[in-house]
T-cell receptor
Framework: EAGVAQSPRYKIIEKRQSVAFWCNPISGHATLYWYQQILGQGPKLLIQFQNNGVVDDSQLPKDRFSAERLKGVDSTLKIQPAKLEDSAVYLC????????????FGPGTRLTVT | QQPVQSPQAVILREGEDAVINCSSSKALYSVHWYRQKHGEAPVFLMILLKGGEQKGHEKISASFNEKKQQSSLYLTASQLSYSGTYFCGTGNSGNTPLVFGKGTRLSVIA
């Protein structure tokens, strides 16, 4: 079974530029998560989707971050404009849902904002 | 509210045991445990959904004391492959968003 796929793996941009990350969850997984992990800290949830609906986006900085999950499968996370403090690893995870909540993480995208 | 993990870091020799604690100031429904090796994604270890439930995975087990709002991860006869940062994630319902602790860095040396 293929795992969670993410791209790109690395991205370097200048502040005020925009960037987009892509995630393809494990086939059949209803729930998809985007996390931000700053070096030395635990993952921080940005947004959680159940199929193509948003379950929680309370910690998503909506003035600059946006996310969508079209057709309940792939998802994209966008930052526009980026700030220096956005430098982090962005992790996508998925879980089966339906009373099965273990999360499977993708390899992440390491973003550096200069 | 972010759960508190202790200790922050621990160094073990192969074969030694370790306990990692995770406590919350809020009532808990679930506790997840993940291990992350340097430069890699977190990997799921186990989830505990009921108060007092214990689960095990080979020589790694965990307990969940709902009343005390805490969970402990037990690593017995540690192996070099156990090295990494262990995170607990807590939730207050089945599919609620998890809040992760800051992690416990475990180093196993020969």
């Amino acid at each position: 079974e293929a795992g969670v796929a993410q791209s790109p793996r690395y991205k370097i941009i200048e502040k005020r530029q925009s960037v987009a990350f892509w995630c393809n969850p494990i086939s059949g997984h209803a729930t998809l998560y985007w996390y931000q992990q700053i070096l030395g800290q635990g993952p921080k949830l940005l947004i959680q989707f159940q199929n193509n609906g948003v379950v929680d986006d309370s910690q998503l900085p909506k003035d600059r971050f946006s996310a969508e999950r079209l057709k309940g499968v792939d998802s994209t996370l966008k930052i526009q404009p980026a700030k220096l403090e956005d430098s982090a690893v962005y992790l996508c995870a998925s879980s089966p849902g339906r009373n099965s909540y273990e999360q499977y993480f993708g390899p992440g995208t390491r973003l550096t904002v200069t | 509210q972010q759960p508190v993990q202790s200790p922050q870091a621990v160094i073990l020799r192969e074969g030694e045991d370790a306990v990692i604690n995770c406590s919350s100031s809020k009532a808990l429904y679930s506790v997840h445990w993940y291990r992350q090796k340097h430069g890699e994604a977190p990997v799921f270890l186990m989830i505990l959904l009921k108060g007092g439930e214990q689960k095990g995975h080979e020589k790694i087990s965990a307990s969940f004391n709902e009343k005390k709002q805490q969970s402990s991860l037990y690593l017995t006869a540690s192996q070099l492959s156990y090295s990494g940062t262990y995170f607990c994630g807590t939730g207050n319902s089945g599919n609620t968003p998890l809040v992760f602790g800051k992690g416990t860095r475990l180093s196993v040396i020969a």
